[in-house]
């Protein structure tokens, strides 16, 4: 899928992978991971970025996630 253009500087998030249950936000990982609980949905969402950011530390080295 490309990028629109203006996009490339942007991080955007499928948003079905964050959920409130009970006053908590969650996220959800490709992996099938539940990650939370969470006070927010932007901490859910800050999580879920600095998990990204090390999978692909992980991947630079040959590790898997």
């Not at 609980?37 to 590790?63: C, I, N, T, V, W």
Request: net charge positive.
């Amino acid at each position: 899928m490309g990028k629109r253009q203006g996009d490339d500087n942007k991080t955007f998030f499928n948003s079905d992978r964050f959920f409130n249950e009970g006053g908590k936000w969650f996220f959800t990982t490709r992996e099938g991971q539940l990650r939370g609980p969470f006070d927010s949905r932007k901490d859910a969402e800050q999580e879920l970025m600095l998990y990204l950011r090390a999978l692909e530390e992980r991947a630079k080295f040959g590790l898997n996630p």
